[in-house]
């Protein structure tokens, strides 16, 4: 059964923090994507990358960074945590080429405080 | 990629088909509609995805307009756990590197109700 892991369901910060949400799948695929979703927004697409060590930013990478050091892990990073970065973030990958589907993580809650 | 909208919510009676409309007027030539859903707590999950053929699956069935300026996700027997959000996403289908990424709107939070 294929599968995208996160490191946690729930996680709660203090403003200034640096945080750590971690990416783990297992089905070998290039592309990996970190989006958050907020009420009325709808998900949106902070950073990608599509092999190793490679990366691309999204629509809001503004506060955060990304690092990929092996194919299966895709973490993302804020630097310095602020309020409004509070949110759920959710961790997809997919295969490369045109059409594959994007499998995604269950998420993690992050409150900062 | 060509913008979507879906209505806000829609109810549906369980056993009964569950009809999703999406208009994305501005779509292009090679651009694909994709639906994907999200149950409550869990992330998005891909349902179905075409470009101007009908297709069907186990899951679901789309219904694309000859002019592809709007399509329509069919779930033929809607049962309570159907009860998500059911997005519709436009793109284009690319080879490689990022351009599968996808773009999701608000959706449409379909509640299935005895």
């Known amino acids: 059964d294929v599968k995208v892991t996160q490191s946690s369901r729930y996680l709660v910060k203090r403003t200034g923090e640096k945080v750590f949400l971690e990416c783990v799948q297992d089905m070998d695929h290039e592309n990996m994507f970190w989006y958050r979703q907020d009420p009325g927004l709808g998900l949106r697409l902070i950073y990608f990358?599509?092999?190793?060590?490679?990366?691309e930013k999204g629509d809001i990478p503004e506060g955060y960074s990304v690092s990929r050091e092996k194919k299966e892990r895709f973490s993302l990073i804020l630097e310095s945590a602020s309020t409004n970065q509070t949110s759920m973030y959710l961790c997809?990958?997919?295969?490369?080429?045109?059409?594959?589907?994007?499998?995604f993580g269950p998420g993690t809650r992050l409150t900062v405080l | 990629d060509a913008k979507t909208t879906q209505p806000t919510s829609m109810d549906c009676a369980e056993g009964r088909a569950a009809n999703l409309p999406c208009n994305h007027s501005?779509?292009?030539?090679?651009?694909?509609v994709y639906w994907y859903r999200q149950i409550h707590s869990q992330g998005p999950q891909y349902i179905i995805h075409g470009l101007k053929n009908n297709e069907t699956n186990e899951m679901a069935s789309l219904i694309i307009t000859e002019d592809r300026k709007s399509s329509t996700l069919i779930l033929p027997h809607a049962t309570l756990r159907d009860t998500a959000v059911y997005y519709c996403?436009?793109?284009?289908?690319?080879?490689?590197?990022?351009?599968?990424?996808?773009?999701f709107g608000t959706g449409t939070q379909l509640k299935v109700e005895l």
């Open positions: 990358s599509y092999d190793v060590k490679m990366k």
């Open positions: 996403i436009v793109r284009v289908a690319k080879s490689a590197g990022g351009g599968n990424k996808l773009t």
């Open positions: 997809a990958s997919s295969r490369s080429g045109g059409f594959d589907e994007q499998f």
């Open positions: 501005t779509i292009s030539g090679n651009e694909y």
